[in-house]
């Protein structure tokens, strides 16, 4: 018992190792979820159904044994994909937060499907006569996100880093006389496209609702169109304290001190091929860099101390990236009083 609380507070206060208490979170929660399943056996029908049509009957069948596999499986796949996410690409505290969470939401969901879907079959002989419950979904949906967020604010934020090394001298800087206090705030906002993409996904999950008439997880376009609010638009401030990107409605947001800037530039960026997608995203080249990616187009990367670096898309990104640079230079140790 102590060696196993040595061994949680060792990894915990690790990076990666905060990346593998969730996983092993998650998987337990599949293999806790599987072992009930595999207790039922001999109070379920055989095979038991696994599909189920518009009017919740169903309408496809497995071997318990087959079902409890294909779905456990896939519940350790994705585990394994939000792992190595986290494990390679998480320099940010952003990007960890959310793999810790996804671990453990993915265990929880899947696990919780596994069982209640069997659940409803307990006692029947033959599996054409169940019936999926209509709130179940919405309960494998919200009821894994509550320990998900906890787990994700477990997560400690990143320490202090602040640069040694000077600026790059061939970076742009603003034009300041010493002392002058200045601030740059752009806005960064979806296209048209991307807020279409983003309702098109909202309304597909709102008429699989009607269709299915699961209406409990109605729930889940409700979510999808407050997360699509916070993403659609973001106040980007440079001043003398750093960059400061933040949700129109407040959440989601980040702040780079400018201690921990080692240079700032403009970039073209592309949401698909860069980074997957439209939002919060993190970088598909294994670089570790996160952004808020809004459209295809200018945007401001800024390079930061950690290996960590940050791109979001907003116009005038190269008189962004210029005065940032010059705040970053002003608060290198032994450059002078600064401004507040």
Known sequence: MTTGILLHRRLGHTRRGQIVISALAGLSLLALAAGVALSWRDSLPDPVATHWSADSGPDGFMPLGAFVAALAGTGAACVALFSAIGFYGGRAVSTRRLSVAMNVWIGGFIGTILAGSLWAQRGLADAAEAWMPGWLLAVAFLGPAVPAVVAALL???????????????????????????????????????GLALQLGAALVCAVLTVVTQFWAMLVVPAILVLLFLAMLSFTVRVDSSGLTVRSTLGWPGTRIPAGEVLV????????????????????????GRTGVVLRKGEALAVDRTGGRGFVVTVDGAAEAAALLNTMAERARPGSGPQDD
Request: charged share 20%; hydrophobic share 40%; net charge negative.
């Open 155 to 193: 997560v400690p934020a990143d320490r202090p880093l602040p640069a040694t090394e000077p600026v790059d001298s061939r970076a742009a800087r603003a034009e300041l006389a010493p002392g002058e206090r200045a601030a740059w705030i752009g806005r960064a906002t979806t296209t048209p496209t």
């Open 264 to 287: 700032a530039s403009a970039t073209q960026v592309n949401p698909l091929g860069d980074y997957g997608g439209w939002g919060w995203r993190v970088a598909l080249d294994g670089s």
